[in-house]
């Protein structure tokens, strides 16, 4: 009985120090080392982030954009995702527009909306959208880096790997409009629904390099 006591007071002793001694550990086995990551404050969310190699490291920066302002919109284009561009307002008429929507900004509000779609598009309408949940303005390194842990996020084809991502380095992010987040039938031609949303390019230890697309709002 003393014995199996003893036994007893180890194993809890033994999980004790595993678990005191496990954000050291989490901070030291870094699949990038050099970059600095988000690290999760619990010690049981640090512990499951590493058991299932979802740990996120953001290294770029991420464009100071208002998306709580952008619409969303409805219509045509060949293309799942659209190229954004914003142009101060009072150069529009010098400038080259690079991008199929592109918006016309001063003060830094969005004054206009024009677009450059060059295939056989159905003009792009806005819509109101319920239900829409905001992203402050600040906070969307931590929004995208959250998604990304949450697998809540479609490749540009929309789908998702079946498998996690691994450790997931952040190299690059760019605002675009993408139509994959709602489903529609087989071979649908009809009008479809574009959202604002972050394409991300990230190295993972799981599938190498890849491109992500998550929704902006």
């Not at 003893?6 to 194993?11: L, P």
């Not at 998306?67 to 150069?91: C, I, M, R």
């Not at 952040?170 to 604002?196: C, H, K, M, W």
């Amino acid at each position: 009985m003393q014995k199996k006591a003893k036994s007893v007071i180890a194993v809890i002793i033994s999980i004790a120090l595993l678990f005191y001694a496990f954000p050291l550990f989490y901070e030291t086995f870094n699949y990038y080392p050099p970059m600095k990551e988000d690290m999760p404050h619990r010690t049981t969310v640090q512990i499951w982030n590493t058991l299932t190699n979802q740990r996120v490291t953001l290294d770029t920066e991420v464009p100071s954009i208002p998306v709580n302002e952008l619409p969303v919109y409805q219509g045509k284009s060949s293309s799942s995702t659209l190229n954004v561009s914003f142009t101060d307002y009072d150069e529009a008429y010098y400038s080259n527009y690079t991008g199929e929507i592109y918006f016309l900004v001063t003060n830094n509000e969005i004054i206009e909306t024009r677009f450059n779609l060059t295939d056989n598009a159905v003009d792009l309408e806005p819509i109101q959208m319920a239900n829409l949940r905001t992203v402050s303005f600040n906070n969307t390194g931590e929004y995208i880096i959250q998604q990304i842990r949450t697998r809540n996020f479609l490749t540009p084809k929309g789908d998702i790997p079946k498998f996690s991502l691994g450790r997931v380095r952040i190299t690059d992010a760019e605002l675009v409009y993408f139509n994959g987040f709602d489903t529609y039938s087989y071979r649908y031609e009809g009008q479809t629904t574009y959202y604002p949303a972050w394409k991300v390019a990230v190295e993972t230890s799981n599938y190498g390099d890849e491109v992500l697309m998550i929704k902006a709002i």
